[in-house]
Structure formats: C-alpha cells, structure tokens
C-alpha cells in the first residue's frame, strides 16, 4: 500500500510548473448548449436488468454473495432500488460504496514477482457500488452521445469502438499515404500510470465547464470523487486503509469514462498543428504524412509533442519519453533512403523497425510479417499445452479451449490483414489445420478440407474477409465508429441506372503497383460489391440481426456468393 501510494506522490512531485487554470481555459472552446442538471430515477425492471446482466462476481467487501443476492433479488429489490434512487436525487454516494480493495496484479506474466512495480493496482468494489455506476454511466454517455461530446479519434470505452477500428483507420490513413509516394511517421506516447495521476479539480472543472454537468448531477460527481478509501488485501492480510487523493479507480465502471472527459482538450491541441492522432484510453498515436522531398514537415511532430508534454505536466499527468516509440512508415524504396535519417523527438530518434501499437505489431512496411509469426508462434504454444490434454478432454471442452487460445488469436485484428500476401495468411492457416486436426484427432496427412467443414470452421482467408463485410456493414447502418464511416461512400451514379438502388459503394481507383489496393476504403467497397444483391439490400438486415454466430453466417454467404 505503502508503495503503490508514494508511486502516484513522487510523481505528482516531479512535474512542475502547475497552472491548471491557464491550461484548462486556453485549448478547449467547446460550451456544450445542454446541461445535465440531475439523474433520472430508475424503475424495477430497469434495476433487475443491470443486475441480471452483471457478472457474479464478489469483492471483499459485499456482505452477501452476489450469486445469493441474485437469486433473492425479488425480496430485496425495493430496498435496493431505494439505495441507488436516493443517492440519484439527493447527489451522494454512500460511503461504504467509496471503499475498494486493491488486489495486485502483474502487468505481464514474464515480469519478476518480486518486484512491486511490475504491479498495477486494480480496485474491486461492491457490486452495488458497481450497479450505481452502470446506471450513471449510462445516462453520462447517452448525454455525451447526444451532445456530441465525445472526442471523435477516442476509440477506449465506447459502444461499437474497439482496438480494432482503431487501427483500422490508422492503417488506412498509412497505405493511403504510401499510395501517393509519402512517408509516414507514427509516433506511440506513453504515460505514466495516468487513471491514478488524474487531479480531482481539474476534473471537477471538466465536468462542469466542458459537458454541461450542473446541480445535483455534479454534486453526485463531487461526492463519488470526495473521501473516497482503499486498501490492499493479499494473501489473507489488510493492509491500512489510505486515502484516495488522485486518479480515477481502475476496475471501477466510471474510471474510464472520466478519464476520456479528463483528456477532452487533449486533441484540440494537436489538431493545431495539422497532426492526425488516435486514442485509445491513454495510448496515444500521433502521425503525419510528407513525400520525401518535404521531410522538414516532419519538424511539426516535434512541436506538437513540446506542446503536448506542457499541456500533460498542468493537468498532472507525465509523458513518459523513455517508453515512446517512433516508426518511420513508407514503401521500401522510401524508407531505405532515409534510413540514416534521425529525428530528434524529445530525446527518442527513429530507431524502431517495429514497434506494438494495440497488441498489434507494425513494422515499416506494413506487411504485418511479425505480428503473423508472433500470432504463429504463441499459438502453437496453446496448441502443444492442449494436444497433451486432449485424451482426456471432452470434444466441445476441447473446442472451448481452441476457441479460447488459439482462434481469439487468429481472429484478433484480423480485418488489418486484408490484400496481405497468400505465403503470409499460410502461415495461420497452418495453425487452424493443427488445431483441427488436434480436436479430431485426425492424422498428419488426412485431407484438411473435410475436416475444416466437419467443423463449420472458415479458413483464415475467409475469415478476414468475413471481419471486413462485418466491419462495412455495421459502418453502413450507425454500428460502428464515425470515422470508418467516412471511408464508405455510397455510389449514386449522375443520371438514372438500375444500380442506382443496389446499395453499391464507390470503389477507389488505385495505382496497382502501390499498396492502397489493401486498404479500408479500398477492400471493403469492392468485396461489399461483389454481395449478390438480396444480400446488400433488406435480406442482409435480417440476416446479420439473426441469432446465427459469424461463423454461421459466413458460411451462409459463402454457399449463396460466387466471388469466395
């Protein structure tokens, strides 16, 4: 406790400089028109819902199982729902919902145990507790949504947002670039823990002055923010119970979303400089394009992240430079030209030839050869561990394992990989073939084909382009985020045609020797296109809001399409 404690401290003491007001006042001009003044109220079904729907999980401190307390939710509801009503009205939250045990756990399974800071501090709370947020939270980001609050390059903690539209757009704006001979740089900042750094005014400010939060709803903010207590419980012992004086809870259900509030004026400070950027929570990605005739535009990087590192030290939070990774993006060509080039970016130079941006690996040319042999490699560590488990394993259990080590992997990130080439896709197909013939116990050399189908399994190629139809379809009807969106537009030809009502999309043109034919905008178009029509138009609707899972699915289309 004691460590986890003079962490946040000697941080906060080591930025410099605090001005708050200035900072807050000078970068975000956006005055929302509506005001949040309170919270509505809940009724039976809504609170029978939320807690129907929450994992049964107990913390320490819940003085009943919450399995048990499901189970006599019909005897104890209008006592609870009483609970989370008043503290809704009256603006305060109950003190012993303000109590959380710190159960330790370690950033990366390879680190050492016995150091403390290979440790992140993640905060249970009661599981009432955690229903009185989910129903804040709720009405918090209806009103965000419906204000257009949001900062729109957040993808962390929002609905139909993921890692994998993140990059997604990111990606797409590098082959883009790369289409028209230019370079990109991504930079990837690193902050130091920011949830527990985070100061309780500033956020205050936040919420009032920049998303309209007023009267009892920010009174309720300053009560969940004040007095709040944890403690570390470890092996049976407590430790004492210290004050909260900074950051939001991690593991709590508002954390995140406050922090996303915190960081508002965060993107309005880059925008300035001209530089595309990306969130996701605290991971942050600046980049910006320039032909290679034109490298001092890249200077612009240096100044963004010189303002960028002012704004962080007066709102308390601390870019760590030593973990902040740069990339140089372009095709081969290019970037082998400029291999001696250095950029100076307070203290990094451009020295990685990949790095790990979303649990994705990019290297310079984006052919994604890494981040397939690592998907490889892990896999069939799962897959060994399973194979000596399988004579003792239930068919579908050991279906559950393959799904859970081994096809998450594969199909993590996947729609990236579209327009890859056919010898690096291979790679992972390798992986399923094992997979599947280790669940069916078939021999080395029985034909795959059969066995794949026996188990309604698509094959990797399939599989993308399945992540990719699923990613276009749900950018086509409000399902996914604005910004892929965007790259969709829809084909409305000049004059009067029959495929004027198919539902096409315009397909860009694209130099065939340059890399654009793999991306978004480009391979999402063109396999939408190829849909038989009945697909594209109202059949498709029903289709995807069936209860069929994407495997099933796809496989539907497969038997009705002619282009797979």
Known sequence: MNFFTDKIDNIRNTITNVDSTASNTSVLSITPKDKLQCFTTIGQEELNKRITASKPTTCLLDPVLTKLLKELLPVAEELLLNIINSSLSLGHVPKPFKLAVIKPLIKKPQLDPSELANYRPISNLPFMSKILEKVVSAQLCSFLQKNDLYEEFQSGFRPHHSTETALVKITNDFLLASDQGCISLLVLLDLSPAFDTTDHDILIDRLQNNTGIQGQALRWFRSYLSDRYHFVYLNGESSHLSPVKYG??????????????????????????????????????????????????????????????????????????????????????????LVDYNLQLDGCTVTSSTVKNLGVILDSNLSFENHISHVTKTAFFHLRNIAKLRNMLHVSDAEKLVHAFMTSRLDFCNALLGGCPASSINKLQVVQNAAARVLTRSRKYDHITPILQSLHWLPIKFRISYKILLLTYKALNGLAPAYLTSLLPRYNPSRSLRSQNAGLLVVPRIEKSTKRGRAFSHLAPKLWNSLPDNVRGSDTLSLFKSRLNSIQIMHLIILDCSYI
């Open 248 to 337: 939001v809870p991690q593991g709590s259900v508002l954390g995140p979303l406050l922090f996303s509030i915190y960081m508002l004026p965060f993107g309005n400070i880059i925008r300035k400089y001209g530089i595309s950027f990306h969130c996701y929570a605290d991971d942050t990605q600046l980049y910006i394009s320039t032909r290679p005739d034109e490298m001092s535009k890249l200077s612009k990087l240096t100044e963004c992240v010189k303002n960028v590192k002012d704004w962080m030290t007066n709102n308390f939070l601390l870019l760590n430079t030593d973990k902040t990774e740069i990339l140089l993006i372009g095709q081969k060509n290019f970037t082998q030209n």
